[in-house]
């Protein structure tokens, strides 16, 4: 079995006010961090009512201070939203304090909104189009100081300078960010929770194209999946009825807190959006231990994943921890903790 992590949103539902989600997710990270997984990964979002961090920083700081062996992250940062000497001086101070615990996420998506994005960087410098790979190429600049000869940052240090960046994460749902991570030699995480890209062909393609670096030298390749675990499949299914209905939601840009199981239920749905819902369900898992682990197994050979990180998505806070339990049993986390 492979090692399992979490991808956490800090879920806000129409009965969990977004601070109380906040201290879910610490809540949850505690948890996991005693049932043996590995990592621990916190996303950006903005202008979003069904999500309360829209700094992962900030959380990675508080999740890392009261856990012991778990790596924390970000799944991530959304590098064109921010100066890339903040995101070095940031996740430096989060190394510094934590050590060979902290993970660097990055994603090329604003995670938000058109208005909101243009508010998070009208101040930052006017780069035209897409410029993920020159934000990129700076924030590494900032730890290997490979600047030209002249240039005014070789005057500038990203402090603290006795620690360095965390392990570099490219993030994506599609080929672009994967044949990036190939090329310069970093991790890569693909999103199959949303991704509408074949997730076995982007992650073979990155690992049968990888080019060693000074970030990595061997290719490593995180498998992001959405769950719902409980005792019995009925059990799942109904839990997971809350995720369908959101689902269906974004689907049409609306991003509303989670609804309940009850809401759910009572929904009036049209065969258009059952049939949307049957869709979608196809790249969750959802059931119990033994049909969510027959049913992952396939796709994390196919892959050659090494990792998988999961996102549980459900109205209760314990029905979410109760799942991750449920999950690392069915992959043998217990038995290697208690090792």
Do not use: C
Request: hydrophobic fraction near 45%; charged fraction near 20%; proline fraction near 6%.
């Amino acid at each position: 079995m492979i090692p399992l992590s979490v991808l956490d949103l800090s879920v806000v539902t129409t009965g969990t006010k977004p601070a109380a989600a906040l201290r879910n997710s610490i809540d949850l990270a505690r948890h996991v961090d005693g049932l043996g997984y590995v990592r621990y990964w916190l996303a950006e979002h903005h202008n979003l009512a069904s999500v309360a961090s829209p700094a992962p920083d900030l959380m990675i700081g508080q999740i890392a201070a009261v856990t012991r062996h778990i790596r924390v992250g970000s799944g991530g940062v959304m590098l064109p939203n921010h100066a890339p000497l903040v995101v070095a001086e940031r996740f430096k101070m989060l190394e510094a304090l934590f050590p060979g615990r902290i993970d660097l996420g990055l994603g090329r998506a604003p995670g938000t909104d058109g208005a909101t994005a243009y508010a998070l960087r009208s101040r930052l410098d006017k780069r035209e189009g897409d410029d993920f790979l020159e934000r990129l190429h700076e924030l590494t600049l900032w730890e290997t100081r490979d600047f030209p000869a002249g240039h005014p940052y070789n005057n500038v240090v990203a402090m603290p300078d006795d620690s360095p960046l965390p392990p570099i994460w490219l993030l994506g749902s599609s080929d672009y960010s994967a044949e990036l991570a190939a090329q310069v030699g970093m991790g890569f995480a693909f999103a199959h929770h949303f991704a509408t890209h074949d997730a076995v062909a982007v992650m073979t393609n990155y690992r049968a194209h990888f080019t060693p670096s000074g970030w990595r030298a061997a290719p490593q390749a995180i498998l992001a999946v959405a769950a719902v675990v409980a005792e019995t499949d009925a059990e799942a299914e109904e839990l997971a009825l809350s995720m369908d209905l959101n689902r269906l939601r974004r689907d049409r840009g609306q991003y509303l807190p989670l609804p309940s199981v009850e809401e759910a239920k009572a929904y009036p749905y049209s065969d258009a959006e059952r049939a949307a819902i049957t869709r979608n369900r196809a790249r969750f898992f959802v059931g119990s231990p033994a049909t969510v682990l027959t049913r992952l197994q396939p796709l994390i050979t196919a892959t050659q994943a090494d990792e998988l990180m999961v996102i549980t998505a459900v109205y209760d806070h314990e029905a979410r921890k109760k799942s991750y339990s449920l999950l690392a049993e069915a992959f043998g986390l217990s038995k290697k903790v208690a090792a």
